[in-house]
């Protein structure tokens, strides 16, 4: 058989990676339904000076009507940009 110079071979098949199962559709509602109510504790443990903080209302405003609004899927994204938000308003309280 001839060389042939430009012919490439074939790479073996990527494994895929080992996935955990993600569970029910129950239990992955469960999951974010405790992790929203985290979140609506952290906020409301925020003194008063962070309320008056226009970013708590939008904390809320995530946490409520655009979690509710959102497909289960993107509840979690809903949740992690109110966690960061939260993240910031404590920064912010502390050092008022």
Same mark, same amino acid.
Do not use: C
């Given at each position: ?11 073996p098949?990527?494994?895929? $990676? +080992?996935?955990? $199962? ?34 708590? &209302? ?5 946490l409520?009507?655009?979690?509710? &609004?959102? &497909? ?8 992690q +940009? ?8 404590? &920064? ?5």
């Amino acid at each position: 058989m001839r060389d042939m110079p430009n012919r490439r071979t074939p790479l073996p098949p990527i494994a895929a $990676p +080992a996935e955990k $199962p993600r569970g029910t559709f129950r239990q992955r509602y469960d999951e974010l339904e405790t992790r929203r109510t985290e979140l609506m504790a952290r906020l409301r443990a925020l003194g008063d000076g962070a309320q008056r903080h226009p970013g708590y &209302k939008r904390a809320l405003k995530l946490l409520n009507d655009t979690f509710r &609004k959102s &497909k289960l899927a993107q509840r979690l994204a809903v949740l992690q +940009a109110a966690a960061w938000l939260i993240d910031i308003l404590e &920064k912010l309280s502390a050092t008022l």
